[in-house]
């Protein structure tokens, strides 16, 4: 092998018992679990949404827009879940660029895991401290799940780990409500038979211990468009989209069956702007369908301080250094349209 070992991760218990989560906010966390799962077995009638940066690079920013969404969170309430998106892992196509803060602490540094382990615990905790909004994070690396099992209320599965057995596995073993996006390729039945898999019981090997899981009931379907062999975006959020999934979805037989849209990257055609006309014609076709309602329980939207994004290098504050996102003012209005268009 080449690998060079650089350093050893710290163990989780170094780690957590570094950076405690306070009594008060276990509790926040603990109410907030069973409000969002409740969503997802129809034991509460509101909407989710999953809101947030595309990567979250900057603390300071990160908690700002978070705070931001807090206030918001109390003026619709009766008819949205707000869940932050604070993405600490950033998947990436060709293996180049900017990871996320967990491989690069400070994004205009090398990396550094051990710093970066430390900085988003940091984060997610200031984060929760301060707006009282439990997160969601992406599971880039299934072992590090440990590190933020206390913090984290959502966990996302990229469209490039959805057919990864170790997800699958690990994510059996959740308690929390996991989404798995669709592949890029746009195979809906692998997204199922990921969310089959998940929602099953297993024994594997888990951070160099044979485990044994009982499967995540709450484990549900994010779609967010595909990709052809030409390079060309094809979005799957359309009316004739949902009624399709639906009853595909329908014929396995899974627990709580649900969908969450991804307004952004392929159904966009990573044209961040046009995300509120999308969440818009999402809410329309539930308007239209009983079906689609019952089945469609949320958004994923990719959202900022300011609108678009920057280069890597940038120090912009509250601009996204990955893909663009809608800015804070839009993001406002599309939620308050959307309190309102909800029943």
């Known amino acids: 092998m080449n690998f060079k070992f650089l350093q050893k991760l710290p163990s989780v218990e170094e780690i957590i018992d570094g950076m405690p989560l306070k009594r008060e906010l276990k509790e926040i966390k603990e109410k907030r679990d069973k409000e969002i799962a409740g969503l997802f077995k129809r034991e509460n009638k509101r909407f989710l949404l999953l809101v947030g940066p595309c990567s979250a690079h900057d603390e300071d920013a990160l908690c700002e827009y978070v705070a931001r969404l807090s206030k918001l969170q109390e003026r619709v ?58 997160a969601a994070d992406e599971m880039l690396y299934p072992g590090n799940y440990p590190y933020l099992e206390d913090l984290l209320a959502y966990v996302a599965i990229g469209a490039r780990s959805v057919e990864n057995q170790q997800h699958r596995l690990t994510v059996s073993g959740l308690d929390v409500p996991v989404g798995m996006k669709n592949p890029t390729a746009g195979d809906l039945s692998v997204m199922l038979d990921s969310i089959q898999a998940a929602q099953e019981p297993h024994v594997f090997v888990y951070n160099g211990w044979e485990v044994s899981t009982e499967g995540n009931d709450l484990v549900h379907a994010v779609i967010r468009g595909s990709v052809d062999r030409n390079g060309n975006h094809i979005p799957n959020y359309h009316y004739e989209d949902l009624i399709k999934l639906t009853e595909m979805y329908n014929k396995r037989g899974l627990s709580n069956p649900s969908i969450i849209v991804d307004t952004n990257h392929s159904n966009s055609g990573k044209k961040h702007l046009e995300q509120p006309r999308i969440a818009m014609e999402v809410i329309r076709s539930m308007q239209q369908s009983p079906m689609i309602k019952d089945m469609v329980v949320g958004l994923m939207i990719e959202s900022y301080i300011l609108d678009g994004s920057q280069d890597p290098s940038g120090n912009e504050f509250g601009r996204s250094i990955t893909d663009p996102c809608l800015g804070w003012e839009q993001t406002e209005r599309l939620i308050l349209d959307l309190a309102d268009m909800l029943d």
Do not use: C, W
């Not at 009766?78 to 950033?90: E, G, W």
């Not at 990871?99 to 988003?120: E, S």
């Open 77 to 134: 309430q009766d008819k949205i879940i707000i869940t932050p998106r604070i993405y600490t892992n950033k998947p990436r196509s060709k293996g180049t660029g900017y990871k996320g803060m967990f491989h690069q602490p400070d994004h205009q540094k090398r990396p550094n895991m051990v710093k970066g382990l430390k900085a988003i615990r940091r984060m997610h905790i200031r984060a929760l401290s301060e707006s009282h909004l439990t």
